[in-house]
């Protein structure tokens, strides 16, 4: 919950730009970056305080932290899906889906479920990673992640707002 407001607050400042004012209303759009570090943030906060608290004794929760912080994401993509946000750009091709697009049904590549694949490819490279007891999990994840974000947001043809680079976008 607290990830989706922070990327509802996220947009609201990319819209400055747009719009020229800060506003939140229903149809604000949410950005994933907003998102990651307002989620981030508060599943560090948890995770911390309550390891704290069930691991008093053995500070478990901090040797494994960087085990366990690279799961979740893939899951983000599936509630894009679902929300209608972050789809790719108008397609004919046999793996477009049908999403409803400034209102109106229209077949666009499904670049949430691409996300999703490899995310999911990712999370089972780095558990093997894990498995044979090699370190710098969440190093890979944040690089190879970068990598694949930045190629897929050319896919991308949702509004995410404006760079000083023209077509590079906030993310």
Same mark, same amino acid.
């Given at each position: 919950?607290?990830?989706?407001?922070? $990327?509802?607050?996220?947009? &609201?400042?990319?819209?400055?730009?747009?719009? %020229?004012?800060?506003?939140? $209303?229903?149809?604000?759009?949410?950005?994933?970056?907003?998102?990651?570090?307002?989620?981030?943030?508060?599943?560090?906060?948890?995770?911390?305080? &309550?390891?704290?608290?069930?691991?008093?004794?053995?500070?478990? !929760?901090?040797? !494994?932290?960087?085990?366990?912080?690279?799961?979740? !994401?893939?899951?983000? *993509?599936?509630?894009?899906?679902?929300? %209608?946000?972050? !789809?790719?750009?108008?397609?004919? $091709?046999?793996?477009?889906?049908?999403?409803? /697009?400034?209102? *109106?049904?229209?077949?666009?590549?499904?670049?949430?479920?691409?996300? @999703?694949?490899?995310?999911?490819?990712?999370?089972?490279?780095?558990?093997? *990673?894990?498995?044979?007891?090699?370190?710098?999990?969440?190093?890979?994840?944040?690089?190879?992640?970068?990598?694949? *974000?930045? /190629?897929?947001?050319?896919?991308? $043809?949702?509004?995410?707002?404006?760079?000083? /680079?023209?077509?590079? @976008?906030?993310?």
């Amino acid at each position: 919950i607290f990830g989706y407001f922070s $990327a509802i607050l996220f947009q &609201a400042f990319y819209n400055i730009k747009r719009d %020229g004012k800060f506003v939140i $209303a229903t149809n604000t759009g949410a950005t994933f970056f907003g998102g990651l570090i307002g989620g981030a943030a508060i599943f560090l906060l948890i995770y911390f305080l &309550a390891g704290r608290k069930i691991f008093a004794e053995s500070d478990a !929760h901090k040797k !494994h932290f960087f085990d366990t912080a690279d799961i979740a !994401h893939c899951f983000g *993509r599936i509630g894009c899906l679902f929300a %209608g946000c972050c !789809h790719g750009k108008p397609t004919d $091709a046999w793996f477009g889906i049908k999403m409803l /697009v400034d209102g *109106r049904m229209q077949k666009v590549i499904p670049t949430q479920l691409f996300e @999703t694949v490899f995310l999911l490819a990712l999370l089972s490279y780095l558990l093997l *990673r894990i498995k044979d007891k090699q370190s710098y999990c969440l190093q890979s994840y944040m690089c190879m992640y970068g990598v694949w *974000r930045f /190629v897929v947001e050319f896919f991308r $043809a949702d509004d995410r707002g404006a760079t000083i /680079v023209s077509f590079l @976008t906030p993310s």
